[in-house]
T-cell receptor, first 111, second 115 residues
Framework: DQQVKQNSPSLSVQEGRISILNCDYTNSMFDYFLWYKKYPAEGPTFLISISSIKDKNEDGRFTVFLNKSAKHLSLHIVPSQPGDSAVYFCAASDNTDKLIFGTGTRLQVFP | DTGVSQDPRHKITKRGQNVTFRCDPISEHNRLYWYRQTLGQGPEFLTYFQNEAQLEKSRLLSDRFSAERPKGSFSTLEIQRTEQGDSAMYLC?????????????FGPGTRLTVL
């Protein structure tokens, strides 16, 4: 039972354009959502998060949008840079403190 | 370096052997988590500690797995009688309770290969 789903295993975007990574969840008890970025041979690195009481959170080039009614969130990266090429994981938590991760989306930003 | 550290980074073992991994969290963090990641999947929760108390264990954590955090600082994860299905990346993360939101900071992981 995959409670957090990232249906696009990969995404390719030209440098300078917008990257949009999507995530869907099924558990309405989730109240906090996070995006992590992972390079090969490294652990996931925290990127940005959003509480369920908000619908948008922005940090520099990164913006996360939350649509609770659709149980959907997205990460926007503008403008995309080659250094953004990595695997991006969406994660969610309820009041149990553990994170439930999606399967990841591999983003490639090309010149 | 004040991040989460894990040792060893890589471990190759034969089926049936025991292995032990170590995690050192960020020093002021009182919560410590273990996750497992297999190819093509996201990290899956195994267990977590608040200080030295183990508060939750996943159903993924069979009887062959045991985790400890004896003094509320570093933690060890032991796998007894390893099986080929145990091959995975084992990730450790830490966080600080009482902060509004549970942002967990991950170490580089220990990659286990069971032959």
């Amino acid at each position: 039972d995959q409670q957090v789903k990232q249906n696009s295993p990969s995404l390719s975007v030209q440098e300078g354009r917008i990257s949009i990574l999507n995530c869907d969840y099924t558990n309405s008890m989730f109240d906090y959502f996070l995006w992590y970025k992972k390079y090969p041979a490294e652990g996931p690195t925290f990127l940005i998060s959003i509480s369920s009481i908000k619908d948008k959170n922005e940090d520099g080039r990164f913006t996360v949008f939350l649509n609770k009614s659709a149980k959907h969130l997205s990460l926007h990266i503008v403008p995309s840079q080659p250094g953004d090429s990595a695997v991006y994981f969406c994660a969610a938590s309820d009041n149990t403190d553990k994170l439930i991760f999606g399967t990841g989306t591999r983003l490639q930003v090309f010149p | 370096d004040t991040g989460v550290s894990q040792d060893p980074r890589h471990k190759i073992t034969k089926r049936g052997q025991n292995v032990t991994f170590r995690c050192d969290p960020i020093s002021e963090h009182n919560r410590l988590y273990w996750y497992r990641q297999t190819l093509g999947q996201g990290p899956e929760f195994l267990t977590y500690f608040q200080n030295e108390a183990q508060l939750e264990k996943s159903r993924l954590l069979s009887d062959r797995f045991s985790a400890e955090r004896p003094k509320g600082s570093f933690s060890t994860l032991e796998i007894q009688r390893t099986e080929q299905g145990d091959s995975a990346m084992y990730l450790c993360a830490s966080s600080l309770s009482g902060v509004s939101y549970n942002e967990q900071f991950f170490g580089p992981g220990t990659r286990l290969t069971v032959l």
